[in-house]
């Protein structure tokens, strides 16, 4: 493939891209309604220790911008059903009809929600049409959790989501190499799970910035390309996620004219370098 036809499939491949927006950042959401595409997905995290009520109004000013706010769900922060089912009322009455839903990094559960499938079976969402529901995916697995546990939830919520006709996707945590992705991929393809996957990359950042959220989120294997490769590390922060994009658009399971493999829908972007930086780039990179 030449360079100008990689170019051309890096513009399509980012069309439609989500994106985190900090819901405490206000000039990032401010950015975000003037600078983002209508329809285009914000995803709100909750941040641990603040009320999630504060998503609301984030979530409504985003959704009133032609936006499509996809606030997060942290079933171990959340402290009660009374909780869960006031949140899930207030976010539908903003216009939401879509949302993230995510264990929670929390050693013990804040109410009596211990994971995503919990929450799911409540209905709380669901009653309230709120029916689009993604969930968090681990090429890389999760420090916290053991691989066979986090298959057996993950085959848990598409058996729940298939019996309730819940929209369900996933988008996965980030990497720095493309082959941990695929190989993911094939793995949870050949289990027969084929909901729609965003693969989550990291926008523009220094390697310091990455390297501190490789740490804290237990991004192991990547984690090497950073310590072990400097000249690829550089090409990264220079580059951004480029040449992870071109690596999965280039894989033998693409489509002809760069289409993404193994069911990938989409990329979804973490700002870790900042919104407005990481919105330059994906823009550069669309006009090129």
Same mark, same amino acid.
């Given at each position: 493939m030449t360079a100008a036809a990689q170019s051309i499939n890096i513009?399509?491949?980012?069309? %439609?891209y989500s994106i985190e927006v900090h819901p405490g950042d206000a000039k =990032?959401?401010?950015?975000? +309604?003037?600078?983002?595409?209508?329809?285009?997905e914000v995803f709100l995290p909750w941040i641990p220790g603040t009320n999630p009520m504060g998503l609301v109004a984030v979530a409504a000013n985003l959704r009133r911008a032609g936006l499509w706010p996809a606030p997060h769900i942290g079933a171990r922060h959340l402290e009660s059903s009374a909780q869960l089912e006031h949140l899930a009322s207030r976010l539908?009455? =903003?216009?939401?009809?879509?949302?993230?839903?995510?264990?929670?990094?929390?050693?013990k559960p804040a109410g009596p929600f211990a994971s995503t499938l919990a929450v799911l079976q409540t209905g709380a969402? +669901?009653?309230? %049409?709120?029916t689009r529901i993604a969930i968090a995916g681990f090429p890389e697995g999760n420090p916290n959790i053991n691989d066979?546990?986090?298959?057996?939830?993950?085959?848990?919520?598409?058996?729940?989501?298939?019996?309730?006709? #819940?929209h369900l996707s996933i988008v996965t945590q980030f990497c720095f190499t493309a082959q941990p992705i695929v190989d993911w991929l094939q793995r949870i393809r050949a289990k027969?799970?084929?909901?729609?996957?965003?693969?989550? #990359?990291?926008g523009p =950042?220094?390697?310091?910035?990455?390297?501190?959220y490789a740490v804290r989120c237990g991004i192991g294997n990547s984690l090497h390309v950073l310590t072990e490769h400097p000249s690829f590390a550089k090409l990264l922060t220079e580059h951004g996620p480029?040449?992870?994009?071109?690596? #999965? =658009?280039?894989?033998?399971?693409? %489509?002809?004219?760069?289409?993404?493999?193994?069911?990938?829908?989409?990329?979804?972007?973490?700002v870790f370098g900042g919104f407005r930086r990481t919105v330059d780039w994906i823009d550069g990179e669309g006009a090129n």
């Open positions: 513009a399509r491949i980012l069309k %439609g =990032a959401l401010d950015a975000a +309604q003037k600078r983002l595409n209508p329809g285009t539908a009455d =903003a216009g939401v009809d879509r949302i993230l839903v995510i264990g929670g990094d929390r050693a969402f +669901q009653n309230r %049409g709120i066979l546990t986090l298959d057996e939830a993950l085959r848990a919520k598409v058996s729940f989501a298939l019996a309730t006709g #819940l027969g799970i084929d909901c729609p996957v965003r693969i989550g #990359l990291a =950042a220094s390697v310091t910035t990455l390297l501190r480029i040449p992870i994009i071109r690596d #999965l =658009a280039t894989y033998r399971g693409a %489509g002809k004219n760069g289409s993404l493999p193994l069911g990938i829908t989409g990329l979804h972007f973490f």
